[in-house]
């Protein structure tokens, strides 16, 4: 068991930092944003403590849906100890005093960024991004007055122009992270900064998934077996990223690796994003062996 | 052989405590108190409070401090803080024309009613170095005058009483009800005056300086006259709902601008002047004078000009005028990406492999 246990809470604020009328306005949101899969819900998002783009809507979300009961897990690309995650972590442990784990199955309440865990997610379990831009059409179009209309109207034909161009102009559709999702038919929806190999585990999972972008003020959600399919076109079907080498590390052959530059002469090596996938599978083989 | 990297926690803490050292500086030399920076850079705390959206002297000093010296990052501190605050209400309207002036300028009349006050001011100053501010030598004391008890009515005022400027109002709809509270409902465009000033009262210093002197130079291009700046003390009253009527919780030092621009007139108005606004907490005229040149920029639609610049442009200056939340997402840049430059590099490996451009690639 790796989980920490609950501890004594700073009780200089109020559980999970935010006052319960934040967390009811927050609250409300999130039904609403569950009862509209892939909408976009405005929401009065407060400052924290922390800045804006580091993980503020995400946070505000957590908060929002914690319990003292709960086990928390908090990772940053993939990894539970990169200092974004520490710092997100070390927050709740002060502000709520809940329990918080490093494996992915023994946390009830897991925040990321950038990545969903690879190992499966339960119905017990809500995973909480964090997003910077919850729009996925404001590159293309960078009016918000104009891309509402354009998610009432259901009109998005502007993406899949572009989709279309990087095709013709790259042989590939050029987005790698961050690739873009229709929702229960309806919605496109920005799956957040993840890696497109990730948008395969958010269709019809069993874990209800939320959203929260603090400085852009909304909040949106996937609830339990929502239909999630990645854009794409029947001649160009939609793909994920595959190595050629297996991790380094564990072995594993279906896991998102990251590339480690290991000297100054060009050598590198691949290893799993997932860290704790990573080390249970490590520890897997060498308890086998004993 | 890779380990991978742990110890992210002790690195953090490590940081944080060099951090510490770093703002105390050299021991020997005496620490800075945030009363001494409450009382002698002035302005900074006055900034601080503005940005920060919290009228306490002491903290936004405090701030000042705990930044080393770093604005935005005090106006962050500030702003956080301020978020654990409940709001009991809203006060009364201030009434600037009843403030106690130190100084009060019009640009557009050599002498009007309550005259010309310059107060504490930069502006005739030789900037030259003086070295001996730093010798701790005695400072002369200012003359003064006695408090005058005439009336300082508004400038803009006189010219409305003839007709010759649009009236004051908060909303082109002239509706008095409650005002809107940018912190409390998301911003949804397009957007009251109301909570346009909010936000540009709270937006960055450098950003709207920036968009007000773009207008200057032919981006929206409406000449603007300073009509008057003052800065002095106004009551701040309030309405408890258990007494019905309003008590005066204190007195707060504010900066207010009020801009007279040029505007033709259209078929059915009459060539009339135009009013742009900016208001402050404490003395920040720089911050006031630009955000009425945006405030007046912004009413392109309103007044049926023609949007064609970026300080007209409603979206583009509310979506990015707050310094925190800029600072805050341009920084992130330095959290990890990682994840996503791996997929990056993934495709573009793959796309170079294809074309084959990429030889040490193709040879592997």
Redesign the interface.
């Known amino acids: 068991m790796t989980i920490e246990p609950a501890a004594a809470r700073d009780t200089g ?1 109020n559980f999970a ?1 935010l ?1 319960e009328q934040t967390k009811k306005m927050i609250r409300r949101a999130l039904l609403k944003a569950v009862a509209i899969p892939g909408y976009q819900v ?8 922390m ?4 993980g ?1 809507g995400g946070v505000q979300v957590t908060a929002s849906v914690l319990t003292p009961e709960d086990v928390l897990k908090v990772i ?4 539970d ?7 997100i972590r ?1 927050f709740f442990k002060r502000t709520a005093g809940v329990a918080t784990t490093e494996a992915t199955a023994e946390a009830s309440v897991i925040q990321t ?3 969903i865990p690879e190992q499966k997610l339960t119905s017990d379990q809500i995973l909480v991004y964090q997003v ?1 831009i919850p729009e996925p059409l404001r590159f293309l179009e ?4 104009e891309t509402r209309k354009m998610h009432a109207f259901e009109d998005y034909g502007l993406m899949h122009v572009k989709l279309y161009e990087d095709i013709s102009q ?3 559709i ?1 987005t ?3 690739y873009p999702v229709k929702v229960e038919g309806r919605y496109v929806m920005d799956p957040s ?5 990730d948008n395969p585990k958010m269709d019809n999972c069993a874990a209800l998934q939320l959203f929260g972008a603090g ?1 852009e ?2 909040i949106y959600a996937l609830p339990p077996f929502t239909s999630v399919v990645s854009l794409d076109f029947e001649d160009h079907p939609f793909e994920v ?1 595959a190595w050629e080498h297996p991790c ?2 564990c072995g594993a052959r279906d896991t ?5 530059i ?1 000297d100054d002469e060009g050598g590198r ?1 691949f ?1 799993c ?1 997932d ?1 704790d996938y ?2 249970s599978r490590r520890q897997a083989v060498s308890e086998a062996a004993e | 052989m ?1 380990v ?6 002790r ?2 803490d490590n940081a944080h405590r060099l951090l510490a050292e770093k703002r105390r500086g050299d021991p020997d030399v005496a620490e800075i108190s945030a009363e001494q920076i409450s009382q002698q850079l002035t302005l900074g705390v006055d900034r601080v409070m503005s940005e920060g959206s919290l009228y306490d002297r002491g903290l936004a000093a405090l701030a000042i401090k705990q930044a080393r010296g770093d604005m935005i990052e005090a106006v ?1 501190l500030v ?2 803080s ?3 605050l ?1 709001r009991f209400g809203y006060s009364e309207p201030l009434d600037t024309g009843a403030m106690e002036i130190t100084r009060r300028i019009s640009a557009t009349f050599k002498d009007l009613p309550g005259g010309q006050v310059l107060g504490p001011t930069f502006d005739y100053t030789h900037r030259l170095l003086d070295r001996a501010l730093d010798t701790g030598a005695e400072v002369e004391p200012a003359a003064t005058a006695p408090v005058s008890d005439d009336a300082t009515p508004h400038v803009l005022g006189l010219l409305d009483k003839q007709g010759l400027i649009e009236p004051a109002s908060c909303r082109p709809d002239e509706d008095q009800s409650e005002p809107g509270d940018m ?8 957007v009251d005056r109301d909570v346009r000033l909010q936000m540009l009262a709270r937006g960055d210093e450098g950003f709207l300086l920036a968009l007000g002197y773009s207008t200057q130079r032919g981006y929206a291009r409406n000449h603007p006259f300073a009509g008057e700046i003052r800065v002095g003390m106004v009551e701040v009253s309030f309405v408890p709902e258990e007494l019905g009527f309003a008590v005066c919780l204190g007195e707060i030092e504010i900066t207010e601008c009020e801009m007279v621009n040029q505007f033709t007139g259209s078929k059915s108005t009459p060539p009339q002047f135009t009013r742009g606004y900016g208001i402050s907490f404490g003395h920040c005229e720089r911050k006031a004078m630009s955000m009425a040149q945006v405030d007046r920029a912004l009413r392109a639609d309103e007044l049926g000009e023609d949007r064609t610049a970026p300080a007209q442009d409603e ?1 583009f200056v509310l ?1 990015h005028c707050d310094n ?2 800029a ?6 840049l330095k ?6 430059f ?6 573009v490996r ?2 170079r492999r ?1 074309q084959g451009a990429d030889r040490q690639e193709a040879a592997e």
Request: hydrophobic letters at 30%; glycine letters at 6%; proline letters at 9%.
């Open positions: 604020y930092y006052n405005p929401f009065a998002s407060r400052e924290m403590p800045p804006y783009g580091w503020t940053d690309q993939g990894a100890d990169t200092t974004n995650a520490v710092s070390k960024r950038h990545r910077p960078p009016r918000e007055t790259h042989g590939h050029a790698t992270y961050a900064p993840t890696p497109k190999f400085r003020k909304r990223q380094e590390l998102y690796l990251d590339e480690v290991v090596m290893v994003s860290t990573c080390a | 890779y991978a990297v742990k110890g992210g926690e690195a953090i962050f702003r956080a301020r978020t654990t409940a912190t409390r409902d998301p911003l949804t465009f397009p979206e979506s925190v939340q600072t805050g997402f341009v920084e992130h959290l990890p990406h990682y994840v996503d791996q997929s990056e590099l993934e495709l793959r796309m294809e």
